[in-house]
């Protein structure tokens, strides 16, 4: 067997293996990733970490409870200086998981409880007085997102969120189910 056939193999062998995966959203099961995403707030690149329990509620249905944490920094320059802001978002999130016939796509919608820790850097080369703006404080968001199975165990994730204080991410990531 060659090198391009065995590669081929390997792909065709790869695919069937993820295309077969039967996994889904299953309760008592904990969900834990890291993502990478873009903050709306500074058009800047975000770091994450994801945690869900997943439980049901009777009579409403699956849903999940945990935490979140993102890091993200920017930085905006006016002539003769520039602003530097740090954020670190720290939160619990409660997110309701749609329940589909697909069992390896898990969508669902939420809400985001945090607090964005922030801080701001004012480097003034001209030595000027600028009054420190406001930034960080308490976080209120809502997200949606989807998770696709690729192994019973391992998702990708995808997950758009809103919030208060001109929040706004895409983020792409994986989960680990346990």
Known sequence: MNKN?????????LVLFISTAN?????EKH???????????GS?????LNYEYAFVIKDFG?????GLFRYWGYKESFYGGSWSYTNILIGGQFNYHFKIDNRKFD?????????????VDLKDNRNHYYAEPSHGGLWLGFQGGARYWITPTLALTGR??????SYGALELGVDFKF
């Open 62 to 66: 699956t849903v999940g409870a945990g």
């Open 31 to 41: 969900y834990f990733g890291p993502s990478i995403g873009l903050s709306f707030l």
């Open 107 to 119: 969508p669902w919608a939420g809400a985001v409880l945090a607090y964005d820790a922030g801080s």
């Open 5 to 13: 056939t065995r590669t081929l193999s390997i792909l065709f062998w």
């Open 23 to 27: 996994a889904q959203y299953d309760v």
């Open 44 to 48: 800047t690149a975000q770091l994450g």
């Open 160 to 165: 758009i969120g809103f919030g208060t204080l």
